[in-house]
């Protein structure tokens, strides 16, 4: 079974800065897809970003981008000139390739980013 | 993007009671949504995959005939939680999948998700 590991419960970074946030997971699987979903305070999940295990290019989008290593199982969110309205629970998801019929995702623990003015 | 409401955004309720949350996909059909419940400060826990026409699949160790799910359109997912009682007070959430997206490879995001339901049972 694929299971999502994020070790860090909790981040703080100043405005402005830039934040890495990990997550490892651990699966059989060559083919996937992996997450970074935001939860603010309103408790709305709010894709971020996501990354297709075949691709190689690492996915940007804006100030957001991933550090995917494929044979490390390792796949870290770097957040650069972090804003107030970044402060939010973040979960790392994974979920399994085309041909799965489930389409489940699978979450980590998630960790909280606070944001210092 | 596409949007998933779900209604009540809260609810509180006497123990012992039934309570029905339910899960829209306004914009889009969904063939598949799913069930989550989230304690304070965790993550999200799935409870259920619900597919249109068919009985849902539970995970393990949820109790079917405690939480009720009938996703009887393309549209519209239900769950409710029947007796409830403390213990059930959560946040509940559901996701909903596009099958416009289905077979598109790879799919921009293929679940959209509700604001949520905050329950509690006194």
């Known amino acids: 079974a694929q299971t999502v590991t994020q070790s860090q419960p909790e981040m703080s970074v100043q405005e402005a800065e830039t934040v890495t946030l990990s997550c490892t997971y651990d699966?059989?699987?060559?083919?996937?897809?992996l997450f970074w979903y935001k939860q603010p305070p309103s408790r709305q999940m709010i894709l971020v970003i996501r990354?297709?295990?075949?691709k190689q290019q690492n996915a940007t989008e804006n100030r957001f981008s991933v550090n995917f290593q494929k044979a490390a199982k390792s796949f870290s969110l770097k957040i650069s000139d972090s804003q107030l309205g970044d402060a939010a629970m973040y979960f790392c998801?994974?979920?399994?390739?085309?041909?799965?019929?489930?389409?489940?995702?699978?979450w980590g623990a998630g960790t909280k980013l606070i944001i210092k003015p | 993007g596409a949007v998933v409401s779900q209604h009540p955004s809260w609810v509180i309720c006497k123990s012992g009671t039934s309570v029905k949350i339910e899960c829209r996909s306004l914009?889009?059909?969904?063939?598949?949504m799913f069930w989550y419940r989230q304690f304070p400060k965790q993550s999200l826990m799935l409870m259920a995959t619900?597919?249109?026409?068919?009985?849902?699949?539970?995970e393990q160790g949820v109790e079917k005939d405690k939480f009720l799910i009938n996703h009887a359109s393309l549209t519209l997912s239900t769950l409710t939680v029947t007796s409830a009682h403390p213990e059930d007070s959560s946040f509940y959430i559901c996701?909903?999948?596009?099958?416009?997206?289905?077979?598109?490879?790879?799919?921009?995001?293929?679940?959209?998700f509700g604001p949520g339901t905050r329950l509690t049972v006194l």
């Open positions: 996701s909903a999948r596009d099958q416009r997206l289905a077979g598109f490879i790879p799919p921009e995001n293929e679940q959209f």
């Open positions: 914009d889009f059909q969904a063939t598949t």
């Open positions: 619900s597919n249109e026409g068919s009985k849902a699949t539970y």
């Open positions: 699966t059989s699987e060559s083919d996937y897809y």
């Open positions: 990354q297709e295990a075949y």
């Open positions: 998801a994974y979920r399994s390739g085309p041909g799965v019929s489930n389409y489940q995702l699978i």
